[in-house]
């Protein structure tokens, strides 16, 4: 058996091999798997807060110079200062905030992308899936699963803006995003049934029987509005029938009425309320979450830093970075994340400390 080569010719031939076996684009493993299999998560992202009266006032200015037809969607990205280029908020999720001036029209198509909906301010604007209109309140959650017609517009006398939330980075990342508009150069869906009519079908514990006329709705996910005026109650009757959770505070999640699951196959949606003076215990989570402020005042403190929460604010909190949230003020949260597509594959993983 020949002599071990000393370390630094070792070395020197191996690197000469990388070198030969570059044009050919093999790499080894052993150089980077430390990189590759970590012991924890290791994301790009980075916390970040929003002030909502800032990006309110870019996003109104630019609406006296594009209207919502000539952008497609008027939309300011929310992009995480980690994911540069991107228009990522985290590796998975995309967020950004629309606004629909009265009498305006986003014209509809549908797309392989899932995305939600979730107001911001105004009141009468809508949008339309597949031909339902869900006229849209202030923190009312509004859903356009995949490949489902849909058209906002504003019947109001004030303006519209709403938080945009999609899987864009998730389908860009499996390269399967389609997109499509409507045929002959239509703006909207034709109106297919009146305002409400999924709610009242699927949004009360009943559904109608299967292959019935009545069930118009897709069996897999028939509901997508989720007014404010009712899972505000619902929080509020948790809050009050007992002590909240350590670590979430009161907690609920949006469900598919379907199945019980998560809103949609790639995106988790839920919502939280923390009495005035109460602190969450520190707690880790591998799904990175993008938070709105819906009422109080409070701070949260991601990875030991503070930072401020005022109503309407939004918040990124990266997967696995330690979070603490306290209330100043009673503080109620919207958030979504990616956890439902981590489910699905196994990946989603909390640690409470």
Not at 183 to 203: F, K, M, N, S, V
Request: net charge negative.
């Amino acid at each position: 058996m020949a002599d071990a080569l000393p370390a630094e010719d070792a070395r020197a031939r191996l690197q000469a091999l990388y070198a030969e076996m570059a044009p050919q684009h093999l790499f080894p493993l052993w150089e980077v798997l430390h990189a590759l299999v970590t012991p924890t998560p290791r994301s790009p992202v980075r916390p970040h807060r929003w002030s909502y009266a800032a990006a309110r006032d870019h996003l109104l200015r630019a609406g006296a110079l594009i209207s919502a037809e000539q952008a497609e969607r008027r939309v300011l990205i929310l992009e995480n200062p980690g994911l540069p280029g991107t228009s990522a908020v985290t590796t998975s999720l995309y967020a950004g905030l629309q606004l629909i001036l009265p009498g305006e029209v986003a014209p509809c198509h549908r797309h392989t992308q899932c995305a939600l909906r979730f107001v911001m301010e105004g009141e009468g604007a809508f949008t339309a899936l597949d031909g339902e209109k869900a006229v849209m309140r202030p923190f009312d959650l509004v859903l356009t699963p995949n490949w489902q017609w849909h058209d906002h517009g504003n019947a109001g006398g004030a303006p519209m803006i709403w938080l945009d939330g999609l899987d864009i980075p998730t389908v860009r990342h499996f390269a399967a995003s389609f997109a499509e508009r409507l045929p002959d150069g239509a703006i909207a869906h034709q109106e297919t049934a009146p305002p409400g009519d999924t709610l009242a079908r699927y949004g009360r514990n009943l559904r109608p029987f299967a292959a019935s006329p009545a069930a118009r709705r897709p069996a897999a996910l028939p509901l997508f509005h989720y007014p404010y005026a009712e899972w505000r109650d619902a929080l509020g009757q948790v809050a009050r029938a007992g002590a909240p959770d350590p670590h979430l505070g009161h907690a609920l999640e949006f469900t598919n009425p379907a199945d019980g699951g998560p809103v949609m196959p790639t995106i988790a949606a839920h919502v939280r309320l923390l009495p005035a003076g109460f602190a969450t215990r520190p707690r880790r989570a591998t799904d990175a979450t993008v938070f709105v402020v819906v009422e109080g005042r409070g701070e949260a403190r991601i990875a030991g830093e503070p930072v401020p929460l005022a109503e309407r604010d939004i918040l990124v909190v990266p997967a696995w970075e330690e979070l603490v949230l306290a209330a100043e003020a009673e503080l109620v949260l919207f958030g979504y994340s990616d956890a439902a597509a981590q489910q699905k594959l196994g990946l989603w993983r909390e640690a409470r400390l």
